[in-house]
């Protein structure tokens, strides 16, 4: 097994001290241009790699960040991934990446995990969490910020996100303007944003006078199909459905494409709408009418303030509720 090349070996390639070669990987600025050319040259033709974990233990600091998201098939956390990994390499941040399976407890296991690796921060997409995370967290004495829904207290140092309630609320009422009187309600697993968001369709519903019993809920993941199936049953339950408010977008997506097949005219007979405006709810035919969230923006924010509270910086936000938009199109 050939041995792994180590600054020794590079120093005695090019005849200097270990203590040179050092410098110019570790502080560039502190050696000449000619000198860190030539370190750069000698790296490269021996296949030098360096040794993050000797740096972390030398620096106790991994610059290292870890994102965790519910679930990594679920599109919404696509484009935070996304976002947050490419704020972290222009910042020169490692991003880790762990999936909490949509329970308290899976998140608690991903932050255990890498709390072993000597991470630098979290940036949490779940509000709620497990006096074990907490308790962790808190210990180790890592900066933390939370994303997705925003919360009048952070649990950690920074809040970054949307308010649920009022954004389905007017998701809501909007469909109550065109006259809509029997809007059902489709989720799939109710995790908090999906329990906050039925929160507000029943109480905009009962504001009005109106019936919140048409609740449908599904087994399955989200996804075309997932909406496909939901469309079906949820009309085939209360044919007098006249509008229906999907948890997200991708079921929304899955609903149209149903209805074409049964010759059901959506934003006419039905009126169908989403959540969180995904690439395709611009382009599909009819287009989905939903609700914006500015995930780019909270994603951005979350990595810039992370880590000026990591590197001891003066932080100007630490909460901040960001705007959502209705996104009114011909699906409603």
Known sequence: MNKRTTIADVAAYLGINKSTVSRALNNPNRVSTELKERIEVACKELNYIPNVAAKTLASSSS????????????????????????ECDELGYNLLIGDATYTKFGEEKVVENFLSRNVDGFILSETEHTLDTKRMIDSANLPTVEIM???????????????????????????????RKN??????????????????????????????????????????????????????????????????????????????????????????????DLDFAGVINPRLTTIRTPRTKMAKLAVKTLVDIIEGKQVTSLSKELPFELMIRESA
């Open 63 to 86: 610059k290292s960040i870890v994102l965790v998201v519910p679930s990594f098939t679920n599109s919404v956390f696509a484009e935070i991934i996304s976002v947050v990994k490419a």
């Open 149 to 179: 829904d925003s919360i009048e207290k952070p649990n950690f140092n920074a809040n970054f996100g949307v308010n649920q309630i009022e954004a389905a609320a007017c998701l809501t009422e909007y469909l109550i303007t065109k006259g």
């Open 183 to 276: 809007i059902a309600f489709c989720s799939t697993w109710l995790d908090r944003r999906a329990m906050l968001r039925k929160l507000a369709w029943e109480n905009t519903l009962e504001k009005h006078g109106m019936e919140s019993h048409r609740f449908f809920q599904t087994k399955e993941t989200t996804s075309f199909h997932n909406g496909e199936n939901a469309i079906s049953a949820i009309l085939s339950q209360w044919p007098e459905t006249d509008a229906v408010f999907f948890v997200n977008d991708d079921m929304a997506a899955g609903a149209i494409m149903q209805c074409q097949r049964f010759d059901i005219k959506v934003g006419k007979d039905l009126d169908i709408v989403g959540f969180n």
